[in-house]
């Protein structure tokens, strides 16, 4: 047995991370492999996991949620929908901030992109939960991705009382994008953990993506609700990657996080008009 695939049955042991898909669970064991000696390589493996993973969903219990799916009925109304979303969504401090400003958020972004038929939610977390607030038309599909095989497992229970046209897989898309084109991609206050991960993933993703537009959003607060700076800061990486790639874009701010919606394959000069708008 490899040191890779040792790792690897390590982290598949453990009962805080087993649960994660087998790529990423590869990725960290060849990550670790690579920097530390083979007695050092687990924890190493484990510390960026934390990292990437572990420090922003400790909070999530999967099993709870699916209790709480499980007293929905089997043809529930939209209120009782809305009701256990949001019981499920305060589960995690990220998705949770976004609650109070949500319907404005997608009214705000689809008054400007329009309905969109085909969505791509990659590295979702738990934000499918706030579809009741898209106002999405009967016949939209909807495909989610994130890399904690529970998490997708309870998604499918939620799209399984919404919508045929909804689906949840396993997959990291910093081992492969999942084959998509459609109307837009949401990258949710995704691309701060990815590029801890791999530097440069930014542009990569948003060069490969086959859509009409894609949301990239960013805290401007941290988990305490501390500001530091944060805003600026990623207000000014957004600004230097959607400008190194020519893309023209619309800002939404809102309490805790900036939106930046990007036409993909409709690049501009970076000296061309770019608007922003800000609605609080």
Not at 236 to 262: H, Q, R
């Amino acid at each position: 047995m490899s040191d890779i695939d040792t790792v690897f049955q390590k982290l598949k042991q453990s009962k805080k991370y087993k649960y994660l898909c087998d790529d990423t669970l590869y990725r960290i064991s060849h990550w670790a492999v690579q920097r530390f000696p083979p007695k050092e390589a687990v924890k190493a493996a484990k510390n960026k996991l934390h990292q990437v993973y572990g420090a922003f969903f400790a909070k999530i219990n999967p099993l709870r949620m699916q209790k709480l799916l499980k007293q929905i009925s089997a043809n529930p109304d939209a209120e009782t929908l809305k009701s256990m979303a949001v019981k499920i969504m305060q589960s995690h401090t990220s998705t949770c901030e976004r609650i109070p400003f949500m319907k404005k958020f997608y009214s705000d972004l689809f008054k400007r992109i329009g309905k969109p038929k085909k969505i791509f939610d990659a590295a979702c977390g738990l934000n499918p939960f706030s579809i009741p607030w898209m106002d999405l038309p009967p016949n939209t599909e909807y495909y989610a991705c994130d890399i904690d095989t529970q998490l997708i497992s309870v998604i499918n229970i939620f799209f399984s009382c919404l919508s045929s046209s909804y689906r949840a897989e396993c997959a990291d898309i910093l081992v492969s994008i999942p084959e998509f084109t459609g109307d837009v991609v949401f990258l949710l206050k995704t691309l701060p953990c990815l590029e801890q991960q791999q530097k440069g993933i930014s542009e990569k993703l948003l060069t490969s993506l086959k859509a009409k537009y894609v949301v990239i959003s960013f805290p401007s607060a941290t988990l305490c609700g501390k500001a530091k700076g944060m805003g600026n800061y990623y207000d000014t990486f957004a600004l230097e990657l959607i400008n190194s790639l020519n893309f023209n874009y619309i800002k939404l701010e809102y309490p805790n996080e900036l939106f930046y919606v990007i036409p993909l394959g409709e690049a501009h000069s970076v000296t061309s008009h770019r608007r922003r708008i800000r609605a609080i």
